[in-house]
């Protein structure tokens, strides 16, 4: 730690200890807020400077003023990078929050084995997008693959999954929901955990059955969680890039190619990094926006409390 | 992947710090749902309709992995062929053998322990320490900076590529290990995590050493720290995993295989060594067993990181 300090206060002079503790405070914080600010502030103002102009990395960037922005609204294939993430968007936010909300009312009670149940739904949180992609490519190979595999025994038609246009985002939407699950299940649980037993009890006193009692008494206790999680999943949802990248990069036929994705070959393929950088605000305009809109939304209806 | 960034979540997050959060449900009896007066028997069967749910459930999490371990075993010639069979007929280290003698994989592991173990203690050292400063130190400034660290936090990913990527390449990092490195040297999370912590704990504490003449930094190392070691393992866990899974900055800023990172290199394997399965399902194993093994070992406080991240709407 290279940090400068203060000697320690002397009682009897105010005026030299409180300069002693601003001292000793930047001596604190500055190392890791310079990190901090220094690569995601500086790097995001200079993102939008790159996004007025036209550069590859390598010669003179130009100044092309809204150029970037208004070709984004007549770039075809970012429309259907936007429809793909849209679609993903919708599969996967309401699965993972139902997923989530089913495990966790399921793991949420005195079961023999329930610590393995819960460690087996947690473990693929640690699963890298990388070793997923692997996976996935493996389990639903359309030739060998496990998945196949098991419709073959069953009797069902084989799939081409990863190889359909019309199949692989729900392939990307299922190892996503396998990675992510632990996710808004450990939520859920902690929020089942802090409602109060007492209120399940009355309402079984009062003559409502265990589903009465969940809608009408559990449920509206998880109102507050259930935003939440919905716009965290949603934000995670429209950024998704790493499993993609690791399974298909964007393909078959275009088919899974993401804002993200699509944001990054426009960068590091094509090497047009104004371009990227207008794409990249556009994405982040749109995700402030919705958290914005949903957070004011649940405001006004009370059932959030974000 | 959920640990990269941390976002609008860390806002939400309990004000109490780490121990003021609610485990997720570790092995702390649950309330139960039936109510006291149920009959037992009853109770009984009820618990074999969720358990006649759970098996298949946690089956179906199961599958990759076992697939990942068997495949990993199995022959090659056994993979590819028609119709393809559920168990090998035998097993096999072939597919590590050929890993550890045919690619970088070793030096690809050195990379990322190196990657993640200046990562964590980096963390450790300047997210606790700003965590501090802005909790209990009073400076001018203190709360604009404590705000522009907040801010950041909304700063998505995709938006620091390109500049990020330039700026490494002005600084000279490009396609060095230090390129996986910087990004993961202190996090708007972990000072937050960091500051709330710090901020449940009774001033008295620093000010009985502060009267005693103690300097602040001997207060910080040798009373406060020692106390903060639930905060700390949740820091911990929350940079080991996202700097061993992290894929972006090193697909990025890294080209030269002798600097990729095991995430890096594996996902590489997949257009070189596209039908080696035995291979790849080697490397996938080499990646993830640690981590996998970390959260059997610490599996309390991997599931507190995770309600950290997001609990408290």
């Known amino acids: ?306 | 992947m959920p640990t990269t960034v941390p976002g609008p979540a860390a806002y939400a997050a309990a004000p109490g710090g780490p121990q003021a959060v609610p485990p997720g449900a570790p092995d702390g009896p649950p309330p139960a749902s039936t109510t006291a007066t149920a009959a037992p028997r009853r109770r009984r069967r009820r618990a074999w309709l969720w358990h006649l749910l759970l098996v298949p459930v946690a089956a179906l999490f199961a599958t990759p992995f076992v697939q990942m371990f068997l495949t990993s075993l199995t022959p090659e010639a056994e993979i590819n062929r028609f119709p393809p069979r559920f168990w090998p007929s035998q097993l096999t280290l072939d597919g590590y053998v050929k890993l550890f003698t045919e690619t970088d994989v070793l030096r690809w592991t050195t990379n990322t322990v190196l990657v993640s173990v200046v990562a964590v203690a980096s963390h450790i050292v300047l997210c606790s320490l700003a965590g501090y400063g802005f909790a209990r130190l009073k400076f001018p400034g203190r709360t604009f900076g404590f705000l522009a660290i907040m801010a950041t936090i909304m700063i998505p990913t995709q938006l620091l590529m390109v500049p990020t990527y330039v700026l490494f390449a002005r600084i000279g990092i490009i396609d060095t290990l230090a390129a996986a490195m910087v990004p993961w040297l202190a996090s708007a999370f972990g000072i937050f995590l960091m500051r709330q912590f710090f901020l449940s704990l009774p001033p008295e504490l620093e000010e009985a050493a502060v009267l005693d003449g103690c300097s602040r930094l001997s207060t910080f190392w040798r009373i406060i720290l020692p106390l903060a070691r639930p905060a700390l393992a949740t820091l911990a866990i929350f940079t080991l995993l996202g700097s061993w899974n992290d894929l972006v900055w090193p697909l990025i800023a890294i080209n030269d295989p002798s600097s990729f990172t095991l995430q890096l290199g594996i996902t590489n394997f997949q257009g070189a060594r596209r039908t080696d399965w035995s291979l790849l399902m080697a490397s996938n194993v080499v990646a993830t067993l640690p981590l996998v093994l970390f959260f059997l070992f610490a599996q309390r406080q991997f599931i507190a990181t995770m309600t950290f991240t997001g609990v408290k709407g």
């Open chain 1, 1 to 306: 730690m290279t940090t400068t300090l203060a000697p320690s206060p002397a009682r009897r002079a105010p005026r030299r200890r409180r300069t002693g503790e601003a001292l000793a405070g930047w001596g604190f914080v500055t190392p890791a807020t310079l990190l901090v600010v220094g690569l995601s502030i500086f790097p995001a103002v200079w993102a939008f400077l790159l996004s007025l102009q036209d550069w590859n990395g390598f010669s003179t960037p130009e100044p092309v003023g809204a150029d970037n922005y208004r070709r984004m609204l007549t770039d075809a294939e970012l429309g259907a990078a936007v429809g793909h993430t849209l679609l993903y968007t919708a599969l996967f936010v309401p699965a993972s929050l139902f997923l989530g909300l089913g495990l966790a009312v399921a793991l949420n009670r005195r079961l023999v084995l329930v610590g393995v149940y819960r460690t087996l739904v947690f473990l693929p949180f640690v699963v890298s997008a990388a070793a997923t992609g692997i996976l996935t490519t493996y389990l639903f190979n359309p030739q060998f693959g496990f998945v196949n595999n098991v419709l073959r025994v069953l009797g069902l038609p084989q799939q081409g999954w990863l190889e359909d246009p019309s199949q692989a985002m729900v392939v990307i939407t299922i190892m996503s929901l396998w990675g992510q699950a632990a996710f808004t299940t450990v939520i859920y649980l902690a929020a089942l955990q802090d409602i109060p037993v007492e209120l399940a009890e009355a309402a079984r006193v009062d003559g409502a059955n265990r589903w009465q009692s969940f809608w009408h008494v559990t449920f509206p206790q998880l109102a507050p969680v259930t935003v939440f999680v919905a716009i965290w999943q949603t934000i995670q949802a429209i950024q998704l890039f790493d499993l993609v990248y690791t399974t298909t990069r964007g393909g078959p036929l275009g088919s899974t190619e993401t804002v993200v994705y699509y944001l990054w070959k426009a960068a590091f393929k094509e090497l047009e990094f104004g371009y990227a950088s207008a794409v990249a605000y556009g994405l982040f305009a749109v995700t402030l926006l919705i958290t914005i809109a949903v957070t004011l939304y649940s405001r006004r209806t009370k059932v959030g409390g974000l």
